[in-house]
């Protein structure tokens, strides 16, 4: 019998009366590309051309791989691994992690680079965040990062229900550290800050490309709100760690991205990650250039420089990738920081 709690109820999970915990079922129509993204039928066929060696994956077969993969369909979860087609989902569900997405599959924008499902969402589920706290014990998870999609049809953008997801993870893996990437609630700032009291202990949100490309890759969003999103966390708890995360291969410049590191530090940020863009289906858009792992170290130099804490930055670095090991390195850089201060 496993009990959960949240900020209204007591529920018992029993598979009796309470069995529509593992009701949901994954909707089948998204795995047609057409349904999954009604948005970009009408663009051109853009050639996705060949990946180069140093972005190359073996693909995941390892038995800790396919046990992940069974108890996230066990339990009914969505994960950004397997919505957004993550490169790296051999390597980390073979070491039991996994990034959850949480208010469905379904989200309310339509960036151009990303290979999550665009629509209209159907209803909160109540019981979601009961299935990620299980989930994440059963995982036996010292870390865990929660990821979401947007929800613009939701008045608090899915505030109250990220509140709920981190509580049902303090009660369930009290010593579990918490790692959430929200979207930027329309930049509402009393959603982030309902959330930010609820104290995750990684805040990341990520910008994704540099302010010139935002009309073409990420047309719903507006650079200085996730800015702006960032830096009222850190305002609100300085003890939580901020992070934030883009993606190279759009167009941009090296200059430019130097420049965004620039407005991410002003804005407090402890903590970069940087990858290549790949190019999901035809009709996503297309890579300009795929930037070499010299050119990753030479952008790592560059943010250290700039003084965040942590930085990661690889062909294959996702905002998730290593983030456990990374967790833990950050709270050091922090307490080194501290130490060297007096």
């Known amino acids: 019998m496993e009990l959960f709690y949240n900020t209204f109820n007591l529920y018992v999970l029993d598979g009796g009366r ?10 089948s129509d998204l795995k047609i ?3 999954r993204h009604p948005e970009k039928r009408k663009n051109p066929d853009r050639p996705m051309g060949r990946k180069p060696e ?55 924008r ?30 036996g998870l010292e870390h865990v990062v929660i990821t979401s999609v947007d ?3 939701l008045e608090d953008s899915g505030a109250r229900h990220w509140v709920k997801t981190i509580e049902a993870l303090r009660f369930k893996v009290p010593k579990t550290t918490i790692e959430i990437l929200p979207g930027d609630f ?30 073409t890759i990420r047309p719903g969003a507006r650079f200085f709100r996730s800015l702006r999103l960032l830096e009222r966390v850190k305002d609100l708890d300085p003890s939580i ?8 291969g759009f167009g941009e410049t090296k200059e430019e991205v130097g420049q965004v590191m620039d407005d991410l530090r002003a804005a407090n940020v402890d903590f970069i990650t940087i990858g290549q863009y790949l190019q999901p289906t035809p009709k996503h858009a297309p890579v300009d250039r795929f930037w070499t792992p010299e050119e990753f170290q030479s952008l790592e130099k560059m943010a250290r420089s700039k003084g965040f804490l942590m930085v990661s930055a690889t062909p294959l670095t996702r905002s998730s990738y290593h983030a456990g090991d990374d967790f833990k390195k950050l709270k050091e850089a922090r307490e080194k920081k501290i130490v060297s201060a007096y």
């Not at 995941?60 to 969505?78: D, F, Q, S």
């Not at 691994?81 to 051999?90: F, K």
């Not at 760690?241 to 190279?248: C, I, L, N, P, R």
């Open 33 to 35: 590309k057409e349904k």
């Open 241 to 248: 760690f901020t992070k934030s995360g883009m993606m190279v």
């Open 186 to 215: 329309k930049g509402d700032l009393k959603a982030v800050d309902l959330v930010t009291q609820a104290k995750p202990d990684v805040f990341n949100h990520n910008v994704e490309t540099v302010p010139r490309l935002y009309p």
């Open 110 to 139: 339509a960036c151009s680079f990303c290979n999550v499902a665009t629509g209209k969402p159907s209803a909160l589920d109540q019981y979601e965040p009961l299935r990620i706290g299980v989930a994440v014990e059963q995982m």
């Open 54 to 108: 140093w972005i190359r994956v073996k693909a995941p077969v390892g038995k800790v791989y396919k046990e992940t993969k069974a108890l996230v369909n066990k339990m009914k979860l969505t994960t950004v691994c397997e919505e957004a087609g993550c490169p790296n989902v051999g390597e980390c569900w073979e070491k039991k992690h996994a990034t959850f997405m949480i208010m469905g599959e379904i989200c309310t």
């Open 151 to 153: 929800r613009d049809d």
């Open 18 to 27: 309470n069995a529509s915990v593992y009701a949901m079922t994954y909707n």
